[in-house]
Every structure is written in C-alpha cells, then in structure tokens.
C-alpha cells in the first residue's frame, strides 16, 4: 500500500505570496493531519480533517487554512507569507482517530522556504 | 493543558551499547504516548505507542519504551544501537478526545559513535 504523498517536496516563495500544500492519504484513511516543524519551535499541530470537515485546529493564524476533498486529500494553504513561514509541513494519515486507537503515519514533509 | 518534555537534546552513544532517552509528560488522564524518529530530510515513523495495558512497550527495530504512571515518564531503550539508528527522536502524546492532536516533545539527537 502507497504511503502518504506530500507535493511538492521543495517550495521556494517571497513574502506576502501565498502556497498550497497538497497530502494524499494512505488509502482507506480518512483522517489527515497537518504539522508544521521548524528549529525554534519544533513541531506543531496546525489542523486535522476528517470527512471534509476541519475537526481539531492548533492556533496559527487564520492565514493557515486547509480542506479536504471527498477522496480525502487534503490541502493546506498560507496566505501572505512570511519568513517565519518556512519549516517542514508535515501531513499525517490514519483511519479514523476516534479514541485515539489509530497510528498516524506520516509523509516525508513539504520544504517551504520564504525569502 | 498537556505537554512533554525531552530533556536531553543531544545524545552520543557508542555502537553496541545500550541506549535509554528520556521523556516526561504532563497529563490529566491517561495519556496516550508515542516514540516517533525522524531520518534527515525524512517524516516521522511511528516506533511504538501506548494507549493502555502493559506497561512495557515492544516497538520496531528493537525498541522498547515503560510507562511509569509515578515518575510521569515514558523512557524509550534499546539494548544496543546501531549506526543507521542515528536520528531525531520525538516523544509525543495525544488527547483521548481528540488523538489526532499529538503534541510532540522537543526531541532528542542521537548521534552514534563508531
């Protein structure tokens, strides 16, 4: 079974662009989760959906948003970028995580690099 | 509100000899635990979990973590470690109504003396 895909792996943008993270699934998981990692503050819970609709939320910003589509996939986006935007966004996978039962199983990550 | 605590942040071992990395956490209820590593450029992989029974906890690639509910702790071990298990290594707990919400401790670099 194909793990979890992250496109694009690399992203270089400017300030005050914005981006869209793309995370497809495992296939059957219906979950997906986002973090965001970077050396000051490690990683962070950024948002997780499940069935189309956004059911846990870290605190960011509201310039972080995502959504998640019928088949699952999941996209995040960040609006007016900012340096302290670049980190290593991770999307995480899993069945379904009611009761906490259910592994997360993780994608290599998105490198975002604002300049 | 939760929190874990990893307080060493870098760790050189030898090879062949036995590891422990340490982890404390911060809970109400029963937490939920996770080891997870993490290879340079890579996610993150799931080493073991605890949600509930044995206290000793059996991974992969010959891990073990114990619940110790007194001491509020969740050391991870391996009795003697190998080059390629030179990494990041993240502690993490998760709420029971929400477990998809993992906080992840600082983590913890292992580097592996030859």
């Known amino acids: 079974k194909a793990g979890v895909t992250q496109t694009p792996r690399y992203l270089i943008k400017t300030r005050g662009q914005q981006v869209t993270l793309s995370c497809s699934p495992i296939?059957?998981?219906?979950?997906v989760s986002w973090y965001q990692q970077t050396p000051g503050q490690g990683l962070q819970f950024l948002f997780e959906y499940f069935s189309e609709t956004q059911r846990n939320k870290g605190n960011f910003p509201g310039r972080f948003s995502g959504r998640q589509f019928s088949n699952s996939r999941s996209e995040m986006n960040v609006s007016t970028l900012e340096l302290g935007d670049s980190a290593l966004y991770l999307c995480a996978s899993s069945l379904e995580s009611q009761g906490g039962t259910d592994t997360q199983y993780f994608g290599p990550g998105t490198r975002l690099t604002v300049l | 509100a939760q929190s874990v605590t990893q307080p060493d942040i870098h760790i050189t071992v030898s090879e062949g000899a036995s590891l422990e990395l340490r982890c404390n956490y911060s809970y109400g209820a029963t937490p939920y635990l996770f080891w997870y590593v993490q290879s340079p450029g890579q996610g993150l992989q799931l080493l073991l979990k605890y949600f509930s029974g044995d206290t000793l906890v059996q991974g992969i690639k010959g891990f073990e973590a114990e619940f110790k509910r007194s001491q509020s702790s969740f050391n991870l071990r391996k009795p003697s470690v190998h080059w390629s298990d030179a990494a990041e290594y993240f502690c993490a707990v998760a709420e029971y109504s929400s477990a998809s919400k993992i906080i992840f401790g600082s983590g913890t670099r292992l580097s592996i003396r030859p």
């Open positions: 296939s059957g998981h219906r979950s």
